[in-house]
């Protein structure tokens, strides 16, 4: 089953205007959150974490939301640009264990 | 920024053959990974290592095997390749002690496509 979910395989967003990213989680002991960016036939770049003792965590135009109770993150992306338009995954996990991703996100953004 | 490479990028084999996916990294992590993934589909853990001489299967099984003589260095092995096995391979390193939480550094990925 599936500890970690993204459940819109794709968002269309105009440029200027906010992007928001979901991402979904299961296991409780899950206390490190990560978003990263990928472009076809590259790997992965990372883009934001978040631990589980925090709620929101900024850098620069990406934020992250965490909501524990919910269990519940976020990515905001404003403004979004032409250039954020790729696969956002959403990843977690527990104590230093590896990483447990989701199914990923497309994100278009139109000029 | 990160400093771990994958060789081939791009690779088209026949049925049958034995091939080795290369990964290196320079930034000194005790903790490597590799990855598959398939277009749509979550990134999934096929092996890991925490150190020299140490291996572990992932979550996935997997046909491939590992080895880690050397820090810098983990490739990943396919006996007999299968069309099956068609798939992004992607290596990841992570500086991160036992408990703790930190990113990984992903390489550039092997796209393999085995016919």
């Known amino acids: 089953d599936q500890q970690v979910k993204q459940n819109s395989p794709s968002l269309s967003v105009q440029e200027g205007r906010i992007s928001i990213l979901n991402c979904d989680y299961t296991n409780s002991m899950f206390d490190y959150f990560l978003w990263y960016k990928k472009y076809p036939a590259e790997g992965p770049t990372f883009l934001i974490s978040?631990?589980?003792?925090?709620d929101k965590n900024e850098d620069g135009r990406f934020t992250v939301f965490l909501n524990k109770s919910a269990k519940h993150l976020s990515l905001h992306i404003v403004p979004s640009q032409p250039g954020d338009s790729a696969v956002y995954f959403c990843?977690?996990?527990?104590?230093?264990?590896?990483?447990?991703f989701g199914k990923g996100t497309t994100l278009s953004v139109s000029s | 920024e990160a400093d771990i490479y994958q060789t081939p990028r791009y690779l088209v084999i026949g049925t049958g053959k034995k091939i080795t996916l290369e990964c290196s990294q320079t930034m000194g992590h005790d903790k490597m990974y590799w990855y598959q993934q398939d277009p749509g589909m979550e990134l999934h853990l096929i092996h890991y290592?925490?150190?020299?001489?140490?291996?572990e299967k992932g979550d996935l099984s997997s046909e491939s095997t590992v080895s880690r003589i050397r820090t810098e260095h983990f490739p990943l092995t396919l006996e007999s390749a299968r069309p099956s096995h068609t798939s992004q391979y992607l290596c990841a390193s992570s500086g991160g002690r036992s408990g703790r939480n930190e990113k990984l550094f992903f390489g550039s990925g092997t796209q393999l496509s085995v016919l």
């Open positions: 290592s925490y150190g020299v001489n140490s291996t």
């Open positions: 990843a977690a996990s527990s104590r230093g264990t590896a990483l447990i």
């Open positions: 978040i631990s589980s003792i925090k």
